[in-house]
Each structure stands twice: as structure tokens, then as C-alpha cells.
């Protein structure tokens, strides 16, 4: 099933595949076990994902430590306001309920721009050190342009050579590390607030097309 936003992003649904693109990228989320994983890829030609969620281990991880948040369900919701898609995620790890507003937007004044913004959270009662929201990014170090707790880039990227960005929304921080010569591993980490149960982490992957850039 597939469906056209106003701004040419489309949508389609399966038993184990959803998938949200636009503008020559696809978050493609996918059921694994008993849950949702997701990545970026390519629109065309190639399926190799340039990011990749970590995932967390409820049975071997630290539950005091979130390395991601965990997906069980997803339901197609509509977008709290303007064009756009997006979805709403929960999951389930003892003692955390999670769940994710996420949006796929452009902006037609824009049209070599996009943006997947992950809203987060995290209602939980027990102990918390650490809430974070950790990928894989397959693109070579030498790509890398910025680093900073407030934003990651690589350029150019995937074989339309765009780029790729990783933006905290304050007050999450990000951080990278090397994972090889060929990948990185980066992390959005929340800010964490011990006066309230209901912890929040909001970070955004923007995409922009190389034509942007040569016109």
C-alpha cells in the first residue's frame, strides 16, 4: 500500500516493512523478533543502509543505561501540523515504556531539503543513568565535515553525494566515536531530569541533495 503527502514523500505499509521517502532517501523500519528496527538507505540503487539503529539487549544491557529505545508497535499517525508523514512508535523493557513521535517532512520552498525529527520518551521509575538513541553510520571518516555536541555532518554521502546531518535538539548532546575506517558510531544522549519520571530525547537526521548545492 502507498500513498503521496503534498510534498511527494511517500508511504508504504507492509506485515513487517514500513517505509517513509522522499527526495532520494528512505527510513525503512523493519521487524526483527518481537520488534522495530530502522535505518536510512538510498531511494535507488543500493539498499545498504548508510545509518543503522543500534539496538538495546533488555536480556544482557544495563537497564539503568539505554543504549536505544525499544519499538514493539507502529501505527501511521497524522502530523500534528503542516505536510508531512509520520508515524507513532511504543515498546516495552522492564521498567521502561517508550515511545517516539516520528515525523518525515520537507519544505517546498526547499525542495533539496528534508528532515526525520525522532521526538522520544521514556516513562520510567526505576534508576536512570543514561538515555540515548545510538546508530552505525556507514560512510567513510573522510566524508566527516562536523563533529560537535550539537551536530554531526558527512559530505557527500550515498550516490547522490548529498548530505547527511545529525542535529540534537537542546538539551540532548550528541557524540561519535570510529568504527573503523568505513563507519562511525554516534549517539543523541538526553538530558536527564531526576524530578520527573517522563524523560525526553529529541534529535532530527536531515538530508540534503547535492543539487542544492550546484544550482
Not at 23 to 38: C, E, I, K, N, Y
Not at 60 to 68: C, E, G, M, T
Not at 191 to 203: M, S, V
Request: charged letters at 25%; glycine letters at 6%; aromatic letters at 6%.
Amino acid at each position: 500500500m502507498a500513498r503521496e503527502s503534498p510534498l511527494d514523500l511517500s508511504w508504504q505499509e507492509g506485515d513487517d516493512r514500513a517505509v517513509l521517502s522522499g527526495l532520494g532517501l528512505r527510513l525503512v523500519f523493519a521487524r526483527v523478533g518481537d520488534r522495530w528496527t530502522h535505518s536510512l538507505e538510498p531511494s535507488q540503487g543500493s539498499s545498504i543502509a548508510l545509518t543503522q539503529a543500534v539496538e538495546s539487549d533488555p536480556e544482557r544491557d544495563d537497564a539503568r543505561r539505554v543504549l536505544s529505545p525499544l519499538y514493539q508497535d507502529i501505527h501511521r499517525h497524522e502530523p500534528a501540523k503542516g505536510s508531512g508523514l509520520c508515524l507513532l512508535l511504543t515498546g516495552r523493557s522492564f521498567p521502561h515504556h517508550f515511545s517516539a513521535a516520528v515525523s518525515l517532512r520537507g519544505d517546498p520552498g526547499q525542495p533539496d531539503w528534508l528532515e526525520i525529527d525522532f521526538d522520544v520518551a521514556d516513562r520510567c521509575r526505576a534508576p536512570l543513568e543514561s538515555l540515548a538513541a545510538s546508530y552505525w553510520v556507514g560512510v567513510s571518516s573522510g566524508a566527516l565535515v562536523d563533529a560537535n555536541p550539537s551536530r554531526i555532518a558527512w559530505d557527500p554521502v550515498g550516490p547522490d553525494r548529498g548530505r547527511l546531518e545529525l542535529i540534537a535538539e537542546a538539551p540532548a548532546t550528541l557524540a561519535l566515536a570510529e568504527a573503523g575506517r568505513h563507519a562511525t558510531r554516534v549517539q543523541a544522549l538526553a538530558k536527564l531530569e531526576p524530578a520527573t519520571f517522563t524523560q525526553r530525547l529529541r534529535y532530527r537526521w536531515r538530508w540534503t541533495s547535492s543539487t542544492a548545492r550546484t544550482r
